[in-house]
């Protein structure tokens, strides 16, 4: 089992968690094809609203990939995303800045930010196991 930060919109995360699904670097396919099933996934919201500069920064979401592969899904007017299903957990959101002291990957960077920009980041069990219980959720993952 691997752990995973996907980074999207708060808007975009909430739709997912509202659909059963995860969607990350604007629809492709590739990233998604790295996460297996049982995989534990955790949501990192650089923004409130796609393309705004708000700077919320907050974990939005945290689940587990429960589905073998990404699958299309036509969403209309021509955009066709891949998707994965997630079995999302309830959840508190958190916001990252009193975490990342103790996260392993950004412990000591002063650009901790800048390993986003890819839309996914494979993370530790111990990065996964500190967010979960910021946003009030217990990982079965010891």
């Not at 986003?116 to 980041?121: E, N, P, S």
């Given at each position: 089992m691997n752990?995973?930060?996907a980074v999207a919109s708060a808007?975009?995360?909430r739709?997912?968690?509202a659909g059963g699904f995860m969607q990350v670097c604007h629809g492709k396919a590739a990233p998604?094809?790295?996460i297996k099933p049982d995989d534990r996934v955790i949501y990192y919201s650089p923004s409130e609203v796609f393309g705004s500069k708000d700077r919320f920064q907050t974990f939005t979401a945290i689940g587990m990939v429960t589905d073998e592969k990404p699958?299309?899904?036509d969403m209309g007017g021509?955009?066709?995303p891949y998707r994965r299903n997630v079995l999302w957990l309830p959840a508190t959101e958190a916001p990252i800045h009193p975490l990342l002291d103790v996260l392993d990957f950004s412990m000591g960077e002063r650009n901790w930010g800048y390993q986003?920009?890819?839309?996914?980041?494979a993370i530790s069990q111990h990065d996964a196991n500190v967010?979960?219980?910021a946003m009030e959720v217990k990982l079965t993952v010891e």
């Open positions: 752990h995973w930060i808007e975009h995360v739709r997912g968690r998604l094809r790295r699958y299309a899904f021509g955009f066709v986003f920009r890819f839309g996914i980041l967010i979960a219980e």
